[in-house]
């Protein structure tokens, strides 16, 4: 047989207007994206070289925020103009060491550039709240032309020992180039100047064993060590709203990269009308990012409103987490199936002995799924708890728990066509989420 060759090439593009948003400080005006893919695929027969795969993608974004339909836009105009573009690519080998042993090596690369800026119109006093005899005009950045570029390299091992057991080993080195060029002086100050041109080199690495003693069931053990980079609005945020609260947010280009150590179980049952699975797991966590309340660095926009001060991202040395999520499924009837899910986090953080901040709560959720050939029907409940376990040094509140009803329902009335319709919170009760 002659070897297999395959292209595929995609274009995308999607425009969206006049959006609200109900928690944010403004809403978008527009936001228009275009997107391009290459895919190639040669599969060679009866060679090492199972399979080759290489993909190049590039996206660019168009977005607009303002204020004009808030009632503060008759006080302060403000309009934000931003643009991100993201290319890359990724190249895949798939070799055959053996029939029952597979490798997979390859490199990936992906940039991504963001600019814009938010022009302000103040047009009243804000300390008297007086009409001013001329507007002032201000500029605030938002990206500082920044940009990140993250190159990979890994390799995985996969390997049938016997006719039950698999095992599964990975390493990946990342190279990270990260780099702001236009920042405004309060961040390159608060910063001794020193922005551009952070490198980094990453390594992470992965095993798991899974055992399958029947077609039904499935047992893993998994461990690694995941390293990720800090990302743009952790690096090069300068006090803008870009959290789950009122605070401003100001990024920290020093930031080094977040290590998590974790080990998994997990056990999975598949039946033809009863099915689980339980996931548990824990990790032990060094330069753990997140955002801290810092006294030094005051509210810079609107600075007479709460909170005062701002949040500034910065890392822990050591914090860990530990959890389980449990689902589960029943076919009562035909067509009919009752499902379930429960999870839970706890995190710590171990250089302070206090609670992590911004995890969330004991959830649960309960479905109940009626389905014929061309229509179906679902009722879906919600139950959070309260989550108490929050960080007063990062400056959480504790959040109370809430129930939710949804109804949803659809119908295919002919081929390749569905309508369908839902409601959410069907009894229209009041809740939030946590730090929401």
């Known amino acids: 047989a002659a070897p297999d060759h395959q292209i595929q090439l995609t274009w995308r593009q999607g425009f969206v207007r006049d959006v609200l948003h109900a928690g944010l400080m403004m809403d978008t005006d527009y936001d228009n994206t275009s997107m391009a893919i290459a895919d190639y695929q040669w599969t060679p027969m009866g060679a090492a070289l199972h399979k080759l795969t290489i ?97 990979g390299l890994f390799l995985e091992s996969r390997r049938l020992l016997g006719s039950r057991w698999t095992l599964l080993t990975g390493v990946r080195t990342d190279f990270v180039f990260a780099n702001a060029r236009e920042a405004e002086a309060d961040f390159d100050k608060l910063y001794a100047n020193d922005l551009k041109n952070d490198t980094e080199i990453n390594l992470s690495a992965t095993a798991s064993l899974a055992f399958q003693p029947t077609e039904q069931w499935n047992f893993q053990l998994a461990l690694g060590r995941g390293v990720r980079t800090a990302n743009m609005i952790e690096r090069y945020i300068n006090h803008f709203n870009v959290g789950r609260d009122p605070y401003e947010y100001v990024g920290n280009p020093k930031l080094k990269p977040e290590a998590n150590n974790q080990i998994e179980f997990s056990i999975q049952r598949e039946g033809e009308r009863f099915e689980f699975g339980f996931q548990a797991f824990y990790s032990y966590l060094q330069n753990y990012i997140t955002a801290r309340v810092d006294s030094t660095l005051k509210r810079k926009f609107m600075p007479t409103q709460n909170p005062k001060v701002s949040r500034r991202f910065v890392n822990l040395d050591k914090a860990e987490q530990m959890g389980f999520e449990f689902h589960a499924g029943i076919q009562l009837l035909r067509g009919l199936q009752l499902s379930g899910n429960i999870a839970y986090t706890y995190a710590q953080n171990l250089d302070w002995n206090e609670p992590l901040p911004e995890v969330a709560p004991l959830e649960a959720t309960l479905t109940l799924h009626y389905e014929r050939k061309i229509w179906w029907a679902e009722l879906r409940s919600r139950l959070v708890s309260e989550q ?17 009803l949804d109804l949803r329902a659809g119908i295919d009335p002919l081929p390749g066509l569905t309508l369908g319709f839902g409601v959410l919170n069907l009894f229209n009760a009041n809740y939030w989420e946590h730090l929401n």
């Open 55 to 151: 993909k190049f993608y590039g996206s660019h974004v168009d977005h607009r925020m303002s204020n004009r339909l808030r009632p503060n836009f008759k006080s302060t105009e403000s309009v934000s103009d931003v643009t991100a573009t993201t290319f890359g690519g990724r190249v895949e080998a798939t070799l055959l060491a053996s029939a029952r042993h597979w490798w997979f090596a390859g490199a990936d690369t992906r940039y991504m550039g963001r600019e814009g800026s938010r022009d302000r119109l103040q047009k009243v006093n804000m300390m008297t709240g007086e009409p001013l005899a001329k507007p002032m005009a201000f500029v605030d950045t938002i990206w500082p032309d920044a940009s990140i570029t993250q190159t």
């Open 388 to 404: 108490t376990r929050v960080s007063p040094i990062f400056g959480e509140p504790a959040t109370p728990g809430f129930e939710t």
